[in-house]
């Protein structure tokens, strides 16, 4: 497991560090890398009492919908490819970001965002919980 505290949920930050870390060790994540044109494929990666790590590969028209995450806040890191983060605010869009690899975004537990696949070739992103995701 890569460096991090093991006592206690981490913030945004540490999450946000924590997946682009993940994101430079394909050792850890690339075998498991499958595409699927119907559905988003999901791997955990890792879990415990504070942290939870997800690998997702992404293809056209891929879309989680809108969604907070519960008690968890979380980060994502793009591995491969393009996905497009929308988070909602109180009067509409609060935010539209494109990211590529190597893009990054954090979000805490009340933020409602959307994660769809932003065209071209299949994408993966890797993710991180903390505490780890039970429901959203």
């Known amino acids: 497991m890569i460096g991090r505290p093991l006592d206690r949920d981490l913030d945004r930050e540490e999450l ?29 990666l890792h879990r415990d009492d504070h942290l939870g790590i997800w690998l997702i590969c992404w293809m056209k028209d891929h879309d989680t ?15 491969e490819g393009r996905v497009r983060e929308e988070r909602l605010g109180l009067k509409g869009m609060a935010s539209n970001v494109l990211l590529r690899p190597g893009g990054t975004v954090d979000f805490g537990a009340s933020d409602i965002h959307r994660v769809t696949h932003a065209g071209g070739g299949p994408a993966v992103t890797i993710h991180a ?3 780890p995701l039970w429901r959203m």
């Open 16 to 44: 946000r560090r924590l997946t682009l870390e993940y994101a430079e060790r394909p050792d850890l994540w690339q075998h498991l890398v499958k595409h699927d044109p119907d559905a988003r494929i999901y791997e955990e």
């Open 65 to 79: 919908g809108f969604h907070d995450h519960d008690i968890s806040s979380g980060a994502l890191t793009v591995v």
């Open 129 to 131: 919980y903390s505490p």
